[in-house]
């Protein structure tokens, strides 16, 4: 891609179902990352697995039955550790990252 690309990103994080044991609750989830201009999407899928005692998961498990949505600091591990494996992947597809790139850069 040519320097100074103007593109647009999109993140959409899905849970698709949980399942409650006595020491973990499983979360699978896709995740999707679109461009715009279209020149690339990426959909990673995967299960989160949060380990706890069992008292915290079912309340982290009613959370997602009544309100149809996990917690942000789950949200924000699963899209932190899907934006890694995303950079990856948009370096092999020659896309641009979904991970900014930092601003200008102050020397003192």
Known sequence: ????????????????????????????????INYDPPIGRIILKGVANVKDNYEN??????????????????????????LTEA????KSLNIPSPIPAPGKVKRD
């Open 1 to 32: 891609m040519e320097d100074g690309f103007k593109f647009d990103l999109s993140t959409d994080l899905k849970i698709l179902d949980f399942s409650l044991g006595e020491e973990v609750l499983s979360i699978p989830y896709r995740m999707k």
């Open 87 to 90: 950079a990856i992947i948009s």
């Open 57 to 82: 998961l079912e309340k982290i498990e009613q959370n997602l039955e009544e309100n149809n949505s996990p917690d942000n600091k789950l949200v924000r591990e699963i899209v932190k550790q899907n």
